[in-house]
């Protein structure tokens, strides 16, 4: 069992940065893969960013690539979601989530286990 909290939300300008982190408690936190997903207002949620066990790969979406980065601090048993030049259109939910792999997918059922999710609000 994984359990996981988020952090690091809240309001900002359009422009600005946030970072996102979720701390895991749990099993050893380097068998995980990662990775993080939003939901807008009526819309589906969606997968932003993910990183493999050891950390050594990421993948995202081509909507936030070179705006939004992922890391893991395996020592912490954390993972970050950097967010940089952010949109009124990141408005969302993120959530972090843990897949029983070290590798990486962008499927949500892929995922085992999920927090409860953080609110990022972007002002115009």
């Known amino acids: 069992q994984v359990t996981l909290v988020e952090s690091g939300g809240g309001l900002v300008q359009a422009g600005g940065s946030l970072r996102l982190s979720c701390a895991a408690s749990g099993r050893t936190f380097s068998n995980y893969a990662m990775g993080w997903f939003r939901q807008a207002p009526g819309k589906e949620r969606e997968f932003v960013a993910a990183i493999t066990g050891n950390g050594g790969s990421t993948s995202y979406p081509v909507s936030v690539k070179g705006r939004l980065t992922i890391s893991r601090d395996n020592a912490k048993n954390t993972v970050y979601l950097q967010m940089n030049s952010l949109a009124p259109e990141d408005t969302a939910v993120y959530y972090c989530?843990?897949?029983?792999?070290?590798?990486?997918?962008?499927?949500?059922?892929?995922?085992?286990?999920w927090g409860q999710g953080t609110q990022v609000t972007v002002s115009s």
């Open positions: 989530a843990a897949r029983s792999s070290p590798f990486t997918r962008t499927i949500q059922r892929e995922y085992s286990y």
